[in-house]
């Protein structure tokens, strides 16, 4: 396979549009066969309920080649269930999970050229998502639905070293209680656009957003999950019912338990005990973790010993450890590599 003449390294976090993407219907209570098409556009109606009630969801999954010259997915079984779980909570039916998983292999195979080679730090990023389409007007769900995946090559996160981010509190909220904050719909991005905005403005990176209901508690950034360490080693995440279950973030508590033989444990945190933390990151499937060296409390700050320069020690190694499971360096458990 003759690869795309493109600087691998050299490229962002940006559409580029590839030779083919997935499209498959679902018409009068059922989903076609599906098709691998050549058109980037999408003709819909003015009033589909997509543009007027926001009926869409998302996931977002890599495709890059091994050490040893495969090219593989990781976990795409865990972006089928959860779109699958978005879906009934948003009133859409489900495209089915093992169709998910073939239709993610169609895509990557149909645009192998544009699987970034293994040392190049770039990988081909997967969109599956899915939407209501036809026209809607009186407020109810979609009975016509599209469920699409695309690829596009991205850059390696980090270019030159990951450098610690600086975070701050934000005074929004990101999901409610009893709300949509554990589903990966486009509606919590839609609305965490104007706090990202503000935090750029004022110099932070991401929002740490609290839980809603009592302020008290760590929930997540806009994208990514928390993961802390503690001062004796232990690796702590955020449990709540509003926080989207990052895949990263489960495989980095598997890592923490199975191969580095920590403790790991997922609880409530509440924002008071973070200045106790030794080490902070964010995680998701773009960067895997971001190592964050400071958090910014309305003028009060966070610092965190692991410092502004380097990932700290042990959030080093989970980094280490999971990318070389998903490169091919290391022995993955059962499952998590899927070969094209
Ligand atoms: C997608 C997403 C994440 C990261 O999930 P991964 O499966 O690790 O990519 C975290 N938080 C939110 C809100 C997300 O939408």
Not at 136 to 148: C, H, L, M, S
Not at 270 to 290: H, P, Q, R, Y
Not at 326 to 332: A, C, S
Request: charge should be negative.
């Amino acid at each position: 396979m003759e690869k795309k003449d493109l600087d691998w390294s050299g490229l962002g976090f940006g559409y580029v549009k590839t030779d083919k993407r997935y499209v498959s219907n679902f018409k009068n209570g059922a989903w076609d066969e599906g098709v691998l098409t050549d058109d980037a556009d999408i003709v819909m109606n003015e009033c589909a309920c997509v543009l007027q009630y926001a009926q869409t969801c998302f996931e977002g999954l890599k495709a890059y080649t091994t050490e040893d010259g495969r090219t593989v997915c990781f976990r795409p079984d865990l972006n089928a269930a959860r779109m699958y779980d978005t879906a009934l909570r948003l009133e859409m039916p489900p495209f089915p999970k093992d169709r998910f998983i073939d239709a993610v292999k169609q895509v990557v195979k149909a645009n192998e050229a544009w699987v970034p080679p293994y040392g190049s730090g770039a990988t081909l990023y997967l969109r599956p998502y899915l939407f209501g389409i036809n026209p809607v007007i009186g407020v109810k769900p979609a009975d016509e639905y599209q469920f699409r995946i695309f690829a596009t090559p991205v850059g390696p996160y980090f270019k030159g070293g990951a450098k610690p981010l600086t975070l701050c509190v934000s005074d929004f909220d990101r999901a409610a209680p009893h709300g949509t904050g554990h589903i990966k719909a486009g509606l919590n991005y839609a609305m965490s656009l104007h706090p990202i905005v503000e935090a750029h403005k004022a110099g932070f990176a991401e929002n740490m957003y609290l839980d809603a209901a009592t302020r008290t508690k760590v929930e997540e950034t806009g994208g990514a999950n928390f993961i802390f360490v503690t001062k004796d080693n232990k690796v702590v995440t955020p449990k709540s019912n509003s926080i989207l279950p990052s895949i990263t973030r489960r495989s980095l508590m598997y890592v923490a338990k199975e191969y580095l033989g920590l403790e790991a444990e997922e609880r409530e945190v509440s924002f008071e005990e973070v200045k106790d933390f030794a080490e902070c990151g964010l995680c998701g499937t773009a960067a895997v973790i971001s190592p964050v060296g400071k958090i910014v409390d309305h003028g009060t700050e966070i610092c965190f010993p692991s410092g502004m320069e380097e990932m700290g020690p042990t959030t080093k190694k989970l980094y280490d450890t999971l990318t070389g499971i998903q490169m091919g360096r290391l022995d993955p458990p059962e499952g998590w590599i899927v070969e094209i």
